[in-house]
DNA sequence: TCAAAGTTGATAGTTTTACTATTATACAAA
DNA sequence: TTTGTATAATAGTAAAACTATCAACTTTGA
C-alpha cells in the first residue's frame, strides 16, 4: 500500500547537491483526486504548505490558497474534501518522507546504537544533506509539522479518521524507530512508547526553544538542533539502559 | 500573581470524600469579565468543559453553549472574547490545579526520588483521592486536556499570547517539576527538557492507549494508569542517571 | 479528425460561524 | 427614587466552508 520510488538526479550546477524526486504513495482516502499527479494538484500541494507556514492553520483557507496559485476555491475543493484532509495528506506526506530518510540513513550504520542515534539525527534535524524534493519544500513542511502537526491526530473524530488509515504513515514510522530500539535492547518493554516519545519530544524542544524557552534547557542560537540530538542521545540511551534499575 | 485558595469542606455524607473548593487566580488577560464571579461564568465555564468533550473543540461554538446553558450568544461573549480564549482559560485552570496537587502531594514525601514518584503519579492520574472541585469536573477537564490541550499553544500566534503570559501557569508547574528533578540531581543538565517531557508524555501515552495503540506499549484496560506511571518512572529515573553514560 | 471525456475557471449561491450592536428588563445598591 | 449593572432578546454583518452550474479548453482514443 506504501512504497516509495525514488529517482536521483544529479544537477550539474551544484555537483555536490543531489536532487531527488520523491513520489510516495498516501492513502487514498485523504484526497478526492491524487494532487501528485498534475500540475495543479502539486501547486495545491506546493503553496498549501507555504501558505500554512505564512498565516498559521487556523486562518488558512481555500480561498487565500486558491488567490495564491491563482485558481479558484471550487477547483481546490475537486482536490480535498476540506483543509484538514489537506493537512493531514500533508503530515502523511512528512511522516512517509521521514521513513524513508530514517531507513536511508541508518542503512549503513554499523551498531545498533549507531543506528538509533543516526534516527535521531533525521528526526531532528531535516535540512541534513541539503536535499531538495522537487516541488515540497521539506524545511517549511517540517516547521508546520513542528508547530501544528500534533493537531491532526488530537481530535474527537481521531476514531474515524483511525479506521480509515489515516494515521498509518505515523504509525509505521512509530514502528521503525521501535525496532532499532529493540535492536539495541532486545525484550524491552517500552519500545513504542520510548519511540513516540523521541519524535513528540524532539518537536517539541525545537518549538519550545524558539517559542516557550522556560519549557526547555535547549537554548535557540546558530547550532541548537545538535543540542537537541545530543539531548535525546542521553534521553534515548537513559530510558533504554534505566529498566529494571 | 498566580495564588491559590483553598477551603475544605467536610461533606458529612460522604465522610472519607472530601469537597475542596480551589479558587484560582487565572490571568486577566484571559477573560473580559471573571467567570468565577457569577452564576452565569461559572456555568460558562462548567458547562463548556462538558460541551467540549461531548462534541470536541472544533466544533464546539459560543452558540451551542448558549443553548446548553440556557443563555445567549452575547451573554457568553461578554466574559470571553472567543472560544479560543476560553480554551487556554480552562487550559490554564488544569496546569493552576495540577500545581496545587503536585505541590500537596509531594509535601510530605521523605526524599527527592519519592517525591519525583509522588509528582508523576499526581501528573497522570488525575482521580487520585476522589476529590471533587465544585463547579468543575477535573476528570472531564483532565480528559479534555489530554485529547486537544496542546492547541492551546501550538499555533501561528503562540508569541502574541505568550507575551500576554498566558502560558506562565505551564511554566510554573514545569519549573515546580524541573526543581523536583534537581533534587533528585543537582546539576542535571535538562530539568526543564525532562519536565515538560514527563507531561506531555503521560497525556500523550494516555491518549495513544485509548485511540492509537501502536503508538505506545500501554494496553487500555482497567488500570492501566497505575502502568503509565511505572513506566514514567522507569523513563525520569533512566533520563537522569543516563546522563555522562 | 471528430467526438467524448475530463479538467479547470468563472460565477453564484447556501449554510454556519464568529462576531457586534441595540434595546428592554430585572434586580441591587446608593 | 435614582442609578448602575447584568442579562436576555433580537437583529444584523462579514467571513468561512462549502455546493452547484456551466462554459472553455485540453486530452484521449477510435
Given at each position: 500500500m506504501y512504497y516509495l520510488v525514488i529517482r536521483w538526479l544529479l544537477a550539474d550546477k551544484e555537483p555536490d547537491m543531489l536532487k531527488v524526486t520523491i513520489?510516495?504513495?498516501?492513502?487514498?482516502?485523504?484526497?478526492l483526486k491524487n494532487p501528485e499527479e498534475t500540475e495543479l494538484g502539486r501547486r495545491i500541494v506546493e503553496?498549501?504548505?507555504?501558505?500554512?507556514?505564512?498565516?498559521?492553520?487556523?486562518?488558512?483557507?481555500?480561498?487565500?490558497?486558491?488567490?495564491?496559485?491563482?485558481?479558484?476555491?471550487?477547483?481546490?475543493?475537486?482536490y480535498f474534501e476540506n483543509k484538514h484532509l489537506l493537512f493531514i495528506y500533508l503530515v502523511n506526506w512528512y511522516w512517509e518522507?521521514?521513513?524513508?530518510?530514517?531507513?536511508?540513513?541508518?542503512?549503513n550504520e554499523s551498531g545498533p546504537v549507531e543506528k538509533l542515534k543516526a534516527a535521531i539525527r533525521v528526526i531532528v534535524d531535516?535540512?541534513?544533506?541539503?536535499?531538495?524534493?522537487?516541488?515540497?519544500?521539506?524545511?517549511?513542511?517540517?516547521?508546520?509539522?513542528?508547530t501544528e502537526g500534533t493537531k491532526a491526530y488530537h481530535k474527537k473524530n481521531v476514531d474515524e479518521e483511525n479506521k480509515e488509515g489515516f494515521f498509518l504513515s505515523y504509525k509505521a514510522l512509530c514502528?521503525?524507530?521501535?525496532?532499532?530500539i529493540l535492536?539495541?535492547?532486545?525484550?524491552?518493554?517500552?519500545?513504542?512508547?520510548?519511540?513516540?516519545m523521541l519524535i513528540e519530544t524532539a518537536n517539541n524542544n525545537i518549538?519550545?526553544?524558539?517559542?516557550?524557552?522556560?519549557?526547555?534547557?535547549?537554548?535557540?542560537?546558530a547550532g541548537f538542533l545538535d543540542e537537541v540530538v545530543r539531548m535525546l542521545y542521553t534521553f534515548a540511551l537513559g530510558c533504554i539502559h534505566g529498566e529494571g534499575s
Open positions: 513520489k510516495l504513495d498516501i492513502n487514498e482516502n485523504l484526497y503553496n498549501g504548505i507555504l501558505l500554512i507556514d505564512e498565516i498559521g492553520f487556523e486562518s488558512f483557507t481555500f480561498k487565500k490558497l486558491a488567490e495564491k496559485i491563482s485558481s479558484t476555491e471550487a477547483s481546490i475543493y475537486r518522507w521521514m521513513k524513508f530518510r530514517v531507513g536511508f540513513y541508518t542503512m531535516t535540512s541534513q544533506r541539503s536535499t531538495s524534493v522537487d516541488y515540497v519544500d521539506t524545511e517549511v513542511l517540517h516547521r508546520i509539522v513542528v514502528g521503525k524507530l521501535a525496532d532499532i535492536e539495541v535492547k532486545p525484550g524491552f518493554s517500552y519500545s513504542r512508547s520510548l519511540a513516540s518549538y519550545f526553544a524558539r517559542h516557550l524557552p522556560r519549557l526547555t534547557d535547549i537554548r535557540y542560537k
